[in-house]
């Protein structure tokens, strides 16, 4: 509805597979670094003749982030929440936050991933043997 602001926070929420919404465990706090229209000019920029409609927003987002984004792009609309405008230090709060749900998150797939790998040791007459 073209109410978002660049330093806005907000939420991204999404369909799971259940068809419910939820949102988005990556992007519970998400920084909006720009907005623009359809030319590409950010719309705070946009001169009197060029629309101030937007027509793409821009994320500060990490690589986790960036590919649970395009995941979703292509499985669903993403719909986005304001979670906080105009307040530095819950904003610094907030993506503090969702720093330390990023940090969780790869724990938990170095630990899954840990998990799928499995060793081979050869025995004295060349026989493998699968740990793990």
Sequence with gaps: SNK???D???AIYSYNEDD???VVEELQYVRIIAISNSN???IEDAVADESRMASTITFLADDLQAQRMIEIENE?????VLVSRGDIKRAKELLNTQDEILDEIRERIAEESE??????VFDEFGEAE???
């Design 115 to 120: 998990e799928e790998e499995t060793d081979i």
């Design 4 to 6: 978002l602001k660049t």
């Design 40 to 42: 590409g000019t950010n």
């Design 76 to 80: 669903n609309p993403m719909h986005l």
């Design 130 to 132: 699968v740990l793990g």
């Design 20 to 22: 419910e919404i939820e």
């Design 8 to 10: 806005d926070i907000v």
